[in-house]
């Protein structure tokens, strides 16, 4: 499957911004969804993710009660809803796609076997 994320931007503190990722192949329904992150410097982070069932949500805790992840596997695209956003939320934003993934694996990304190239979320304070 290949990934395809848009919706990056520069938005104030307090505000919102919508993340999606598109995917190709007929096959989009089987796999897991994640959101990671990554800030200058700094290494790969887990944010959200969904299993093929979406009744699985899962979120890193400094998103959690902030950021909505869902999925459209009628439209094979996947959604970040972030809310409230802080400076500290400033980075590239990845989504990815793995199959067969444990829930005790979702947070990991050697979990995931497809990238999108990632999408620029700025946050000024």
């Known amino acids: 499957v290949q990934l395809q994320a848009s919706g990056g931007g520069l938005v104030q503190a307090g505000g919102s911004l919508r993340l999606s990722c598109a995917a190709s192949?007929?096959?989009?329904?089987?796999?897991?969804m994640g959101w990671f992150r990554q800030a200058p410097g700094k290494e790969r982070e887990f944010v959200a993710a969904?299993?093929?069932?979406?009744?699985?949500?899962f979120y890193a805790d400094s998103v959690k009660g902030r950021f909505t992840i869902s999925r459209d596997n009628a439209k094979n695209t996947v959604y970040l809803q972030m809310n409230s956003l802080k400076p500290e939320d400033t980075a590239v934003y990845y989504c990815?796609?793995?199959?067969?993934?444990?829930?005790?694996?979702?947070?990991?990304?050697?979990?995931?076997?497809?990238w999108g190239q990632g999408t620029l979320v700025t946050v000024s304070s």
């Open positions: 192949g007929r096959t989009f329904s089987s796999y897991a």
């Open positions: 969904v299993r093929w069932s979406a009744g699985s949500t």
């Open positions: 990815a796609a793995g199959l067969r993934i444990i829930v005790s694996m979702i947070r990991f990304p050697s979990s995931y076997d497809n």
